[in-house]
């Protein structure tokens, strides 16, 4: 029973392996669209972050802005660049980037 589950385990791993897409390119000036559709559960009232307060906008916003600087949690080193390529702490609440 166990080499047969292990069997069909190899499988599925193997069949996910290699269905990852057909290897056709888009032809050049292809009329493929530029925009993509998403389902939120309501508008933003306003498209600056720093305004709203929804959690839910916080997902439109994280896809839309990107940041200066990040907080580095995987290494807990602090910050690490975003668009920002450096930055100097002038005194506890001024950053200058």
Not at 27 to 38: C, H, L, N, Q, R
Not at 85 to 90: R, V
Request: with cysteine; proline share 5%.
């Amino acid at each position: 029973m166990k080499k047969f589950l292990l069997v069909c385990l190899i499988a599925l791993l193997a069949v996910s392996a290699f269905a990852g897409g057909s290897g056709e390119k888009a032809a050049k000036g292809s009329d493929m669209p530029k925009e993509i559709t998403v389902a939120i559960p309501a508008l933003p009232a306003t498209m600056e972050p720093g305004k709203e307060v929804l959690v839910s906008m916080y997902r439109v916003f994280m896809n839309v802005y990107d940041n200066l600087i990040f907080t580095d949690y995987q290494n807990n080193t602090g910050m690490m660049p975003g668009l920002a390529e450096s930055w100097k702490q002038i005194d506890s609440q001024t950053l200058e980037v």
